[in-house]
């Protein structure tokens, strides 16, 4: 697991640690998150009236068949993405209905994927090419594994109720994307293409994340 992660867990639990010490509290929750960063479990505890630490993992998935067209060319496509997690936030109640987040994740997937089949012939130049000898291609991008995240939450952190309701609004911060694309057949020479889409993406570096959160305190 990433260095990083583990320096952010130790320093969050030792300063939460030190306000444990000075109150005592019923207030763990059971959280089940649902938003675009996928669905999950989270425990969160309140350390102090105003500082918390939540520790949880998500997991989405997306396909999309024949989610675009291609000039000149009639194809079978098919777009996927997976985002799986694992994540730790500190939260600070700035107000009782707001709360500062941040903290980072370990990505177990964080990659997508666009494979393009032709599905009719061509012909250019006075030859014809079946589809099967076009060729397929398939396109492949991938980030790596630590993601700092910083937001805002709305909706109290800690109720006097045993259910209660939150959202979360904020943004996962990820690497520059890398882009592989490898073709058969008559597609063959795009691999060289994957170099300069990797420079053209390197700006897809913000992942949202919009959260509803469903939280369930353990204790009364």
């Known amino acids: 697991m990433n260095k990083n992660f583990l320096t952010l867990f130790v320093l969050l639990v030792s300063t ?3 306000q444990a010490q000075s109150f005592h509290a019923d207030s763990t929750t059971l959280q089940l998150h649902g938003g675009t ?54 939260e600070y109640s700035a107000l009782n ?12 997937k964080a990659d997508a994927s666009v494979v393009l089949t032709p599905n009719e012939s061509v012909t250019q130049d006075g030859i014809t090419l079946q589809p099967d000898e076009i060729g397929i291609l398939t396109t492949e991008i991938n980030y790596k594994k630590f993601a700092p995240y910083l937001g805002l939450g709305f909706g ?42 990797t420079e053209n993406m390197k700006n897809y570096r913000f992942l949202p994340v919009v959260q509803l959160n469903f939280n369930y305190k353990l204790s009364k």
């Open 156 to 197: 109290h952190g800690l109720s006097q109720k045993r259910f209660n309701v939150n959202l979360d609004l904020g943004c996962y911060f990820l690497s520059a994307p890398k882009v592989t694309m490898t073709g058969t057949e008559y597609l063959s020479d795009n691999e060289q293409n994957g170099p300069i889409i």
């Open 97 to 108: 209905w707001l709360r500062i987040i941040g903290g980072a994740a370990y990505l177990f």
């Open 16 to 18: 939460m640690t030190l």
């Open 37 to 90: 960063q996928g669905f999950g479990l989270a425990v969160r505890h309140n350390f102090s009236p105003k500082l918390a630490a939540r520790l949880g993992g998500s997991y989405g998935s997306v396909r999309i068949n024949d989610g675009f067209s291609v000039n000149n060319l009639s194809t079978d496509n098919t777009i996927k993405g997976t985002f799986s997690n694992i994540h730790l936030y500190g």
